[in-house]
């Protein structure tokens, strides 16, 4: 397997160009409770797909110091303030997690009163469980009294990354809150993997859904977690545990492609590449931080290779399911189509830009 450090860079243009052309093109309807359109896919929409999106430039920008990526970012979020921000909810808080680093790197006064007023509204308005974890409402429906693992990515890793760079605390130990409450009832304990969602209802964790992308939030988000913010150090210990526990049971399942399936243990869905680049990134992260070893890395380029064999002629990373409703069956996972997305990009430059850290002219 050859990957090169030119090959990834290239391909990270590529994809950078794929995002900010992203266009709804009517394909799905999915109007909101307000009465407003949703654009899941259109890069100027504030929605979680575009937040994930965001925040993959802002990595980009942090790895490589092009000023074209800032400019481009700050552009974002300037026409997106000017126009009105939407209702505040799980998915829409997704778009802060890139202003608090870009806000963190510059200290640039504008962005200051919406981050403060953002994460004071999340703590006292967002719905809760039992136990203090947040209800996953979005955008276009209310989830009353479930658990989403995507939440962790689109609430948690803000509260976090805002909490430390401005100093207030109570936003880290929300974050830590958070991702306890999350574990206690999504990570299966039987195989080491997270379940898809959990509701209070019935307790029950749905169809028991291994769901690859769910499993990809974790990955990933659990490294940046610690980059991000200051656990404390029970947590931490207690939160290494647990993802080591989840990459164990990942390796295995792996595809030969290097790709990992939409449901990790079912052999009959498909290949999806934005949970195989959130994994991927995750692995070759904990590889350089010391966290895993070898088989970490070994497996994290191998989901490199997948990526870039993934991306077309115009940036687009190809093979992306679209985002996954709470199934109540597993066909219903199977049976999500593929389209482009803000989050397929940045998942695939987050894996991308930690590859460049492991990138040889010929690894083994």
């Not at 409770?33 to 797909?49: N, Q, V």
């Not at 389209?339 to 830009?353: D, M, V, W």
């Amino acid at each position: 397997m050859t990957v090169s450090r030119e090959e990834i860079r290239a391909k990270l243009d590529l994809i950078v160009a794929g995002m900010t052309g992203l266009r709804h093109d009517g394909r799905f309807d999915e109007p909101n409770l307000d009465g407003t359109a949703g654009d899941y896919i259109s890069f100027d929409s504030w929605e979680w797909p575009q937040g994930v999106g965001l925040y993959g430039l802002v990595r980009l920008w942090l790895h490589t110091g092009r000023d074209d990526l800032r400019r481009l970012v700050e552009a974002w979020y300037d026409r997106r303030l000017e126009a009105g921000l939407p209702s505040l909810n799980v998915n829409t808080t997704a778009p802060m997690l890139a202003l608090s680093i870009l806000w963190r790197e510059t200290k640039e006064p504008r962005w200051k009163a919406p981050l403060d007023d953002w994460a004071t509204r999340v703590l006292s308005e967002l719905g809760r469980t039992a136990e203090g974890a947040f209800e996953h409402h979005v955008s276009d429906k209310v989830n009353d009294h479930e658990l989403w693992d995507d939440t962790l990515y689109m609430v948690g890793l803000f509260l976090a990354a805002y909490g430390e760079a401005s100093g207030r605390k109570e936003l880290t130990d929300e974050a830590a809150l958070q991702f306890l409450v999350h574990t206690r009832y999504l990570a299966d304990t039987r195989t080491g993997l997270w379940f898809h969602g959990w509701t209070f209802d019935g307790r029950h964790n749905f169809a028991e859904a291994r769901w690859a992308r769910g499993n990809a939030w974790i990955t990933a988000g659990m490294l940046d977690l610690f980059d991000l913010a200051q656990m404390p150090p029970p947590v931490k210990t207690f939160l290494l545990g647990v993802l080591k526990a989840q990459v164990e049971a990942l390796l295995p399942l792996q595809a030969p492609s290097g790709a990992w399936r939409t449901l990790l243990d079912d052999e009959s869905s498909y290949e999806e590449i934005s949970a195989t680049a959130g994994i991927g990134y995750g692995l070759l992260k904990g590889f350089r931080l010391g966290i895993g070893g070898p088989a970490w890395r070994d497996a994290g380029m191998r989901a490199v290779r997948a990526v870039l064999d993934n991306v077309d002629e115009t940036g687009t990373v190809l093979n992306v399911s679209y985002g996954t409703r709470m199934g109540h069956d597993l066909q219903f996972y199977r049976d999500i189509p593929l389209q482009p997305t803000g989050y397929g990009q940045a998942l695939s430059i987050l894996c991308l830009c930690e590859a460049l850290h492991h990138a040889e002219t010929r690894t083994r």
